[in-house]
């Protein structure tokens, strides 16, 4: 039987794969290789072009003979002046550029926390698996137990039955972390690009390691690192400069142009030879009127900028309520891992009295292994708030613009 391919897989590990392999980044590092071509594109219009044009024609039926010519132009042309598009245009398409690396910056924010929230998602999933199997197995040794007791006459029928209802629920509640465990890897696999026979096997353990946070601190941090803050300012020095690119269309454009020509020169006597000449100008050209079409463009380019120190101001908003939301998340985390560490304890105390008195015979095996469930469920309830305290810390630090 072929079964599938599992692979330990530590959350840095899980990070280089997202980061090599998510299709989400790869579109978006497309686009910013496109953002930086279009600077390469806009440049151009700095420098001179050369064209040539070359034609041959034979005129037929019209003299006593056939006659052919061929002629050649070539064409150097260099704008002096054109309203400052050139400049313009250059500068609308390096800000383009960084508005694109800010779009590339926040998808990578945004799956590297997806990755993180999977990642732990599935560590939880697996250790919830592994306590409802623990339960499972202890039930089923109560109902032994309680059977047992029921034939020899010291147990009623009814605990027997409750027990074997008990059974039933604690069964289906490993059949559903079972199925989370499936679920979870699925998510995680995905969001990595693996194969979908790929099992991962996630290393890691469930480390709370206290910080202090500082909501002021972290707003004044967000308001700098943010990605979405950084594309919106380029974005905007982008529209204005757009607005000077639409202002262009109504002002002078001035150029020089060397053109050299050759001919053949034919005759009806059939004499033929080459000539050549060049012509050498300068082009002064003024837009006077064009139907208000120039005023038009620069009026939407106009409502480009409004329209983008709106979103601005409201992605600001956005980000202060995220970010309030998320330090809430992380302080309420931080509170609870408090309150279950206590109860840890005191279950850990509490299996090491049992254990004293099973060495005793005092405690039967039984007592010691519901004293050693009920440690491994508190356990497990620490491993949990810990995984919620994780997820608001890393939830925090994108809102922050890193993670």
């Known amino acids: 039987v072929l079964r599938a391919e599992e692979i330990p897989l530590t959350l840095g590990e899980a990070v280089v794969f997202a980061l090599r392999d998510n299709r989400d980044i790869l579109l978006k590092e497309e686009e910013v290789k496109k953002a930086k071509l279009k600077i390469a594109e806009a440049e151009a219009g700095l420098f001179p072009t ?28 260099q704008y002096l002046y054109k309203g400052g598009k050139t400049i313009n245009t250059i ?7 960084e508005v694109n690396q800010a779009i590339l910056d926040k998808t990578k924010l945004d799956t590297l926390l ?31 137990f309680i059977k047992d007791r029921y034939k020899s006459g010291q147990a009623s029928e009814s605990e027997a039955l409750q027990l074997r209802s008990c059974l039933s629920t604690v069964q289906q509640a490993y059949e559903a972390s079972v199925n989370q465990v499936e679920s979870s890897q699925v998510l995680l696999a995905n969001l990595l690009y693996l ?22 601190e972290a707003f004044l941090k967000a308001m700098q690192a943010r990605p ?18 639409a202002k262009a269309d109504n002002r002078p454009q001035i150029y ?8 053949s020169h034919a005759s009806a006597t059939s004499t033929k030879n080459w000539n050549d000449y060049n012509v050498v100008g300068l082009t002064f050209s003024w837009p006077i009127f064009d139907g208000w079409a120039t005023k038009a463009k620069v009026e939407q380019a106009i409502v480009d900028l409004k329209s983008t120190q709106l ?10 309520l995220e970010l309030k939301n998320a330090y809430v998340s992380l302080k309420n985390a931080i509170a609870k891992i408090s309150s279950v560490e206590a109860d840890v304890r005191v279950y850990q105390n509490n299996l090491l009295s049992v254990k004293e008195k099973s060495e005793k015979g005092i405690a039967s095996f039984l007592d010691l292994d519901d004293a050693n469930l009920k440690y ?10 810990i995984y919620d305290y994780l997820l608001a810390k890393a939830s925090f630090d994108k809102v922050q613009g890193g993670l």
Do not use: C
């Open 91 to 97: 500068k609308y398409n390096g800000y383009k550029f």
């Open 311 to 320: 979103l601005k101001g409201k992605t600001v908003s956005d980000i202060a």
């Open 114 to 144: 997806s990755v993180e929230n999977a990642f732990y998602t599935l560590l939880l999933a697996k250790e919830l698996n592994k306590l409802n199997q623990a339960i499972v197995e202890n039930t089923q040794e109560h109902l032994d």
């Open 256 to 263: 020089a142009a060397w053109d050299y020509y050759t001919r």
């Open 50 to 77: 050369l064209n040539f044009t070359g034609s041959w024609m034979q005129t037929r039926g019209y003299y006593t003979k056939d006659l052919s010519q061929a002629t050649t132009q070539a064409t150097l042309k």
């Open 195 to 216: 194969d979908k026979d790929v099992k991962i096997n996630p290393k890691a353990e469930f480390i709370y390691e206290p910080k202090e946070v500082a909501f002021d």
């Open 376 to 385: 491994d469920i508190s356990a497990f309830n620490k491993k949990q708030a």
């Open 228 to 245: 979405e803050i950084k594309q919106y300012e380029a974005q905007a020095k982008a529209d204005k400069t757009s607005i000077e690119i």
